[in-house]
């Protein structure tokens, strides 16, 4: 079946660098994405990667991959304040153009 | 990337009625989604929107409960009917682009009394 984990909680100072982690449970997932969403804000896509690479880094955002494992994280380099928020992971399996199998969030709080 | 609008952002409703949200894209999509994310929940399918046919419903949703209509390949409407208060939930309408990225509108959100 299709299953993604997610940690509930972080905190984390700000400038230090803060990880989410993610599991999944479907081997043949071909995206697998990193969602924002802000106090009464929709979700906004902040980087996503495919099944086969293992590491993809846009600016202070960095995704490893580890599909033997079936273990996603994203880094954040140098936190800000405007970083809180929930972050979800999802993936998206070959049959389900379009469904989304999100995690249940991740919520990040960023102090000073 | 597309941009999605959605009408109305928020609302009360009392139970019994029934609300219809409009999801608006500045371009032609071919796959539009909406999605139901209930308090403090993740976010689960309701349904895919077909252009010209009806909607394909995921387990656990019915037509009668959740019409949806895609007349052209830019809009969709969502109607939640004789709602109740287990139906309070922020309503996001998604649509894919180019085969990989996922975008979601900012939400509606209900609430039923």
């Known amino acids: 079946g299709e299953d993604v984990e997610q940690s509930l909680f972080l905190s984390v100072r700000e400038g230090d660098s803060s990880v989410i982690n993610c599991t999944y449970t479907?081997?043949?997932?071909?995206?697998l994405y990193w969602y924002k969403q802000e106090p009464g804000a929709g979700l906004q896509l902040l980087t996503y990667?495919?099944?086969?690479?293992d590491m993809k880094q846009d600016q202070r955002l960095t995704v490893l991959l580890n599909k033997k494992d079936k273990h996603l994280s994203l880094r954040i380099a140098d936190t800000q304040t405007g970083d809180s928020a929930i972050y979800f992971c999802?993936?998206?399996?070959?049959?389900?153009?379009?469904?989304?199998?999100f995690g249940a969030g991740t919520q990040v709080v960023v102090t000073p | 990337s597309a941009v999605i609008s959605q009408k109305p952002s928020r609302d009360i409703c009392q139970r019994g009625t029934s609300l219809t949200i409009q999801c608006q894209v500045d371009s032609q999509v071919t796959m539009m989604f909406w999605y139901r994310q209930q308090p403090g929940q993740s976010l689960t399918l309701i349904a895919t929107?077909?252009?010209?046919?009806?909607?394909?419903?995921e387990s656990g949703f019915v037509i009668d409960k959740f019409p949806i209509s895609r007349p052209n390949l830019t809009f969709s409407t969502l109607t939640v009917s004789n709602m109740s208060p287990e139906d309070s939930s922020i309503y996001l309408c998604?649509?894919?682009?180019?085969?990989?990225?996922?975008?979601f509108g900012p939400g509606t959100r209900l609430l039923v009394l």
């Open positions: 999802a993936e998206k399996t070959t049959d389900s153009w379009g469904k989304l199998q």
């Open positions: 929107a077909n252009q010209g046919s009806e909607a394909t419903y």
């Open positions: 990667i495919f099944s086969n690479m």
């Open positions: 998604s649509v894919v682009e180019g085969g990989e990225t996922q975008y």
């Open positions: 479907d081997s043949s997932s071909t995206y």
